[in-house]
């Protein structure tokens, strides 16, 4: 079963605004990551929250974590052609082995 | 693709004939994955591996079978291929040394169809 969806499963918008994509789970969790896979090529690790953490920032990324509404978002700024991908929400579960759990996924399009 | 290789990275086969999938790493480290990509399915796992000889069944590994001899270096065999096995595969690694959370790292993937 999928422990994490993203939503929406797709969206397109203006190069420059503001991209925000939402992932809900279902069980607790020990840390949430969110995962971007362009075309034709395997996942990159974006950034990691722990669940004791509420926001967290790296570059034009800001990802918030809500444990009692079991969700995340990640929210990019100031968006350019090159984020154009496919971002994944994954979960490391607590009674995981060091395993992900991964949504669906978001696709992501920037339009020059 | 820090220090991950698959091979081969295409792949098209019959229905019913054996499949091996390689990957291999240069990173030394200790959890090595298998996961599957299939539209509308996100990514699965299939299997997963925690050292050598140690390896465990993902949330599909009907019809699939790993080996992990050596530490770089973890097999993906599909027994008799079907077409439901039509996916894109891929490889990731995580590192254990400094503890938890473990992020993992993907490989390009390989693209198997099975006719």
């Known amino acids: 079963s999928q422990q994490g969806e993203e939503d929406p499963q797709a969206l397109s918008i203006q190069e420059g605004e503001n991209a925000t994509m939402n992932c809900s789970y279902k069980t607790s969790i020990n840390n949430l990551q969110w995962y971007r896979q362009n075309s034709g090529r395997g996942l990159v690790h974006l950034i990691l929250i722990r669940s004791n953490e509420r926001e967290k920032h790296s570059g034009r990324l800001r990802v918030t974590l809500d444990t009692s509404k079991k969700s995340s978002s990640l929210l990019i700024t100031a968006s350019r052609a090159a984020d154009t991908a496919s971002y994944f929400c994954?979960?490391?579960?607590?009674?995981?082995?060091?395993?992900?759990?991964f949504g669906q996924g978001t696709r992501l399009t920037i339009n020059p | 693709d820090a220090g991950i290789t698959q091979s081969p990275r295409h792949k098209v086969t019959e229905t019913g004939t054996p499949v091996t999938l390689r990957c291999h790493q240069t990173?030394?480290?200790?959890?090595m994955y298998w996961y599957r990509q299939d539209p509308g399915h996100g990514l699965r796992l299939i299997h997963y591996s925690y050292g050598v000889k140690d390896t465990d069944k993902g949330e599909v590994s009907d019809g699939y079978s790993v080996s992990r001899s050596k530490t770089e270096d973890f097999l993906l065999t599909l027994e008799s291929a079907t077409s439901s096995q039509t996916s894109v595969y891929f490889c990731a690694i995580s590192d254990s040394t400094s503890g938890p959370p473990y992020e993992q790292y993907f490989g390009p993937g390989t693209r198997l169809t099975v006719t």
């Open positions: 990173e030394n480290h200790r959890y």
């Open positions: 994954a979960t490391d579960v607590m009674e995981g082995a060091q395993k992900l759990v």
